[in-house]
């Protein structure tokens, strides 16, 4: 199996357990894409754990949008909220504070993180030592969720053009129809007046680490602006690595900004390497957005989600 065909497989085993706990398909989950709902919230510290900058933005965006919502009020629609944090108070709770998982207990996917304390200093102290994971658990769910979408629709003929010049396979959004080949390169867009998404797909040869300065150099040649003299890079202090697991599976992830030299263009990248042993070579993929009127966030975790994609045919 590919490095991430397990994420299609991860995804039909979730939609199989949960088919056999219900005895009727559940409705799918609602909520805008990172938006958490939290109860039982002391001092707004679950909430400000969520509202963390997420990493790698031009801009200062939260992780999530979090709402909060008394427990009495948690029914009729609101069950069918995507992501739900609840922090159980118990006065009397003697040990340690736990965290327990539920998954598609009202809707699908859905992801219930219930926390037990006994006391604030409890929360703090639970906080303090699991928040990544918390918050973690929660970027995985939308990317399955994600994903989920992408199966269901997604660009026919951008997914055979990638298949056919470079043997993988990638689901993209069905509105990034529009594309330019180059020489082992490929760049495809929706070419949106508003919330532009893109990726780039290209291969260098060999499957040792690649430094940055290659994949530049290949940006350069293909990511034109008006003039030779305006081109596409990296800004290379910005990029960071980042280890993206979902179950048991895992793959490297590099974000940071892009440019463009000679304009005042620029926004968010996430970059995946693939390292192709059959071939020879590594597959990079590029996926970027160009969106100054509106925040990024949830256009780049979508195209995050596409890469999580990503397999060999």
Request: hydrophobic share 40%; aromatic share 6%.
């Amino acid at each position: 199996m590919s490095r991430l065909g397990w994420v299609v497989g991860l995804v039909a085993t979730l939609l199989l357990t949960a088919c056999r706990q219900q005895q009727r398909p559940l409705p799918a989950a609602s909520a805008n894409p990172y938006e958490v709902l939290v109860m039982g919230d002391v001092d707004s510290l679950v909430s400000h754990m969520l509202s963390v900058p997420m990493a790698s933005l031009p801009q200062r965006e939260p992780m999530f949008d979090v709402r909060q919502v008394d427990s009495a009020r948690f029914k009729g629609k609101l069950l069918l909220a995507r992501n739900v944090v609840v922090v159980r108070w118990n006065r009397k709770w003697q040990g340690k504070p736990s965290l327990h998982i539920e998954r598609d207990r009202h809707a699908q996917p859905q992801l219930i993180v219930c926390v037990d304390v006994g006391s604030a200093d409890d929360l703090k102290q639970f906080i303090a030592t699991n928040q990544q994971r918390v918050r973690q658990l929660l970027v995985t769910n939308e990317y399955l969720s994600a994903i989920l979408q992408l199966q269901r629709k997604h660009s026919v003929r951008s997914g055979s053009l990638i298949d056919s010049m470079f043997h993988h396979t990638v689901l993209l959004p069905a509105d990034m129809t529009y594309h330019k080949v180059g020489k082992d390169f490929l760049w495809l867009s929706n070419n949106a007046a508003q919330g532009m998404q893109n990726l780039c797909v290209y291969t260098l040869s060999g499957t040792d680490n690649q430094p940055s300065e290659r994949m530049d150099s290949v940006l350069k040649a293909n990511m034109k602006g008006e003039t030779d003299r305006m081109y596409m890079r990296t800004v290379a202090r910005s990029m960071i690595k980042e280890n993206v697991s979902i179950g048991r599976q895992s793959c490297q992830l590099q974000r940071g900004l892009w440019e463009m030299v000679g304009d005042a263009m620029g926004g968010p990248l996430v970059r995946r390497v693939v390292k192709d042993s059959v071939a020879g070579k590594s597959l990079v993929l590029d996926a970027f957005v160009y969106a100054p009127e509106m925040g990024k966030r949830n256009k780049m975790r979508e195209m995050e989600a596409v890469l999580l994609t990503v397999k060999r045919k």
